[in-house]
Structures are given as structure tokens and as C-alpha cells.
């Protein structure tokens, strides 16, 4: 059966893009009962590898990422939920595999180019962020994860580790599985706008809505959010494309939320119409969204809360996820110490 292995950075609190893009896809693989394993990651070692100075942040994060899994339905009874720094093997992998990729190649990697860009590293790039996609080569292969739920942007990552995976096998023994991306069932999903119209939701920019986030402030950022900058005028014929309001509903809007919350309209595509012919204010759209969200949102807040007044055992989930994790990882480390002949004392 199927091995999937996912995670997050954990560098503050999850919003609504890791929402759509990642969280509830893998809620939905969890209980689907198709896969034999599942890991979730808490990537901290990535996430030091360009906020080396702010560990704090790291550590606050820790709680912060691992309750937004839980209220999100994420289970730890049937996935493994564990912290990347706890698993020393995966350093150790990293460390192979280093011998069996080029700077050059690093560097022709889209996805490292564009988040040097966005970071402003120029040269002064950290070893440790610039080798990131061969760290996260090493964390798929040590849990033989083939099932990669990723957003568009990390296609190249998850080829990349395609490539280390057949050099290594060609070179020494066949032990590491190639993993296949999944991308989301709706492509919208994959990078949800920034409430600025920003390419994406980022906490950097702080252009986000947190999965934490309370009634009152989902609704101010709501309110909040850029839309059609020719829509001027109630009765000026609105574009929906590239239309941040729209768009968001595109990822969470249901015929059943017109049913529920704005019965003139059967469906999205007659709101849609009806924006683009003008008539329609944003004002009135952007109502139709928070009550969408606030009902998305509400249960997993509510959940979150909760879960929070229990800190401990927040943690002893991590401990114990980390030490299930680390059993497998060194099991494939032994299994390629063997392959590559520097298994010496057996």
C-alpha cells in the first residue's frame, strides 16, 4: 500500500492558504483508509535554516502548528505527527545524498531561485536553505514515502528527489522508493491570493487569515480585501479573473452555501454573472464570504480552543510521534549503510 508522507515549516500559526492547500487534503487522505502509513512533519530544521536568529519564533511555532492540526481533524491514532529535529537520521541521509547532486544543479532548481528572490538572500545565502531540497529528499526517502501532497510550486522539489532516489539506487543497491507529487483536486486551492491581491497568502506579508483567527477578525479582514479596482461603482460590469473575493470563493463556495446564506442565487456561476454584468456590490460579495468562512472556520476554532487548555499533551503526542518516526527512519538509514558498503562493524 501507499506511504504518504507531508508537513509545514513551522514559523507561526497556519492560515487558510495551508488550509485549502495542504490541511484538508490530507485530513481527507487520512480517513479515506487507502494508505498504509501517514507522516506529517513539523519541518523545524528547514524552518532554522533561514530563521537561525529568531529560534524562539521556532519553538512558539512548535504548539501553534501542531493544534491547528488536531482542530482540523488531523489524528494522531491514525497519522504520525512528528518534528523533524527529533530524527537525527534524516541528517544523516541529507549528508549522503549531498555527494550525489551538483551546486549547479541546486541552484537550477525554479523553486530554490524563486525563494532566494522572495528571501532577498542575494549572496548571502545560508548552506542550509540553499541544500533545503536535498534535506527534504532525505525526509520523504527515510519513511519510503511514494504520495507527496504538494502545492504547484514544489513540483520541482519532489523531482529533484526523484533524481537523488535513481542515483543512489543505480549507484549502490535498490532501497529508496520514488515518491509521485499529488497536487490538489482543486487547482485554485494550490496558491490562494493574499488578502492585498498578493501572489500568495504569506505570513511575511501579513495578508493572511488564521485558521485561529476569531469571528470579528476574519470579518474585518474580509472586509478588508481587494477586489476589482475598475469596480468603482455598484453598476460598473465587475471581473471576476484574478479577483481575490472570487477567487476565494472559488476554493470554498458550495451550491449549498447559497441555499444557506443567499438564496437569490443558485450557484456560483450566477453570481458571477450577475458581478460581471454589473449591479452587485463588493460589499455584498464579501458578506457572502465571510459567511462561508465563518461557517468553515467556526468548528476548528472552537476545536482549537479547546485543545489548547492541554498544552502537555500537545507535546507528549510529539514525543511519542517523534519516537515512532525515528524507529523507521533508522531502519532505512541501516538499510542504505548496507547498500553503500559502510555498515562495518557487521
Known amino acids: 500500500m501507499d506511504i504518504v508522507l507531508t508537513g509545514d515549516r513551522p514559523t507561526g500559526r497556519l492560515h487558510l492558504g495551508h488550509y485549502v492547500g495542504s490541511l484538508k487534503r490530507r485530513v481527507e487522505l487520512q480517513n479515506s483508509g487507502k494508505y498504509e ?15 537561525a536568529d529568531n529560534i524562539e519564533k521556532i519553538r512558539n511555532s512548535l504548539s501553534e502548528v501542531a493544534l491547528d492540526y488536531l482542530a482540523c481533524g488531523l489524528n494522531p491514532q491514525k497519522s504520525t505527527i512528528f518534528i523533524q529535529s527529533q530524527i537525527p537520521e534524516l541528517s544523516e541521509i541529507s549528508f549522503y545524498y549531498m555527494n550525489l547532486v551538483t551546486v549547479s544543479r541546486l541552484q537550477r532548481n525554479p523553486t530554490v531561485k524563486n525563494e ?3 528571501r532577498g ?8 536553505f540553499f541544500t533545503y531540497p536535498i534535506s527534504q529528499a ?25 533524481e537523488i532516489v535513481r542515483s543512489f539506487n543505480t549507484l549502490y ?42 469571528s470579528d477578525d476574519i470579518k ?76 468553515e472556520l467556526r468548528p476548528i476554532r472552537e476545536k482549537r480552543e479547546e485543545l489548547a487548555k492541554d498544552l502537555p ?16 527512519a533508522t531502519q532505512t538509514l541501516d538499510e542504505m549503510k548496507s547498500a553503500m558498503g559502510i555498515n562495518y562493524y557487521r
Open 116 to 118: 532566494i528572490q522572495m
Open 138 to 162: 532525505a525526509d520523504i526517502t527515510a519513511f519510503k514515502a511514494n504520495i507527496i501532497p504538494v502545492g504547484e510550486d514544489q513540483l520541482p522539489m519532489i523531482e529533484q528527489t526523484r
Open 121 to 128: 538572500f542575494k549572496q548571502s545565502i545560508p548552506v542550509g
Open 173 to 214: 543497491k535498490e532501497v529508496l522508493v520514488e515518491p509521485t507529487a499529488v497536487l490538489p483536486n482543486n487547482q485554485i486551492c494550490s496558491r490562494l491570493p493574499g488578502l492585498d491581491g498578493a501572489n500568495k497568502m504569506s505570513k511575511s506579508l501579513g495578508n493572511c487569515i488564521y485558521l485561529s483567527d476569531s
Open 313 to 328: 499533551y500537545i507535546f507528549d503526542m510529539l514525543k511519542q510521534g517523534s519516537e515512532k518516526a525515528r524507529i523507521v
Open 37 to 51: 502509513k501517514i507522516y506529517i512533519m513539523i519541518a523545524d530544521m528547514q524552518a532554522l535554516s533561514d530563521n
Open 220 to 295: 474585518k479582514k474580509i472586509q478588508s480585501m481587494f477586489t476589482d479596482p475598475t469596480h468603482l461603482r455598484v453598476e460598473d460590469p465587475g471581473h471576476t479573473e484574478n479577483n481575490p473575493v472570487f477567487i476565494y470563493l472559488d476554493a470554498f463556495c458550495e451550491d449549498k452555501h447559497f441555499a444557506a446564506f443567499w438564496p437569490e442565487y443558485q450557484n456560483l456561476d450566477e453570481l458571477k454573472a450577475h458581478y460581471r454584468r454589473g449591479g452587485l456590490g463588493d460589499s455584498k460579495v464579501k458578506k457572502f464570504l465571510n459567511e462561508i468562512l465563518q461557517n
